[in-house]
C-alpha cells in the first residue's frame, strides 16, 4: 500500500478486505445491484441519510439492520429525558461484527454530553448484527408495510410491525442507570 495513503492513520487499525476473500466469481453473481433507489425517501429526507439503501436487503445487511437499531436507540435517549433530540450515527467494517465508530448528536439539548451518551448507548444496546436482528426479531416478514410511507416515524403495530419504534422501559432504565 502506497505510504501516502496511510497520511494521519493508525495502521494498526487499517481495515483491509476485512473477509478475507472476494468472491470468485464477482459481478453479478454476489451483488446484483439492484437495491438503493429509495433511501432517501426511506429515511428523513435530505436531512439525515446514510449509504445504503434498504429495501431489497435482508437483516443481514447492516444498512438497513443498523438504521433500524439507530432510530430505536436514538428513541431511547429522547423517551428517556436525556435529550430532546438525538441523532445516531454507527459505522461498520466488512468482516468486524462491531461498530468501528458510534457519534451520537443531541443538538445542544441533552443533560449529559454526547459522548457520556454515546457511551452509554453502546453499553445498554448490542450493536452486533446478529443481536439487532435479534433484539428487534428482523427475521420475520415484516417489511411489507416499509414499501409505503416509509421506515420511520411510524406507529410500531401489535402484529409486530415496525418494532424499532416500540420502546422498551429496561432500555430506557440501561440508559439513565448506567
Known sequence: MPERWLEGFDPTNLIVNGTGSFPDPGGPYSDAGLTGR?????????????????????????????????????????????????????????????????????????????????????????????AMIRDLDLKRPIYRETSSGGHFGRSPTDDGH??????HEERIEGLKND
Not at 38 to 43: F, G, M, R, S
Not at 74 to 85: E, I, T
Not at 88 to 96: D, F, L, P, T
Not at 162 to 167: D, G, M, N, Q
Request: glycine letters at 12%; aromatic letters at 10%; proline letters at 4%.
Open 38 to 130: 429509495k433511501i432517501i425517501v426511506d429515511t428523513y429526507g435530505g436531512g439525515m441519510h446514510g449509504g445504503g439503501a434498504f429495501s431489497g436487503k435482508d437483516p443481514s445487511k447492516v444498512d438497513r439492520t443498523a438504521a433500524y437499531h439507530a432510530r430505536w436507540a436514538a428513541k431511547h435517549v429522547v423517551a428517556a429525558g436525556l435529550a430532546d433530540r438525538c441523532e445516531v450515527q454507527v459505522s461498520y467494517a466488512i468482516g468486524v461484527a462491531r461498530p468501528i465508530g458510534l457519534l451520537v448528536n443531541t443538538f445542544g439539548t441533552g443533560i449529559i454530553s454526547d459522548i457520556e451518551l454515546s457511551r452509554r448507548i453502546q453499553s445498554t444496546f448490542d450493536w452486533r448484527p446478529a
Open 162 to 167: 415496525f418494532p424499532w419504534e416500540r420502546i
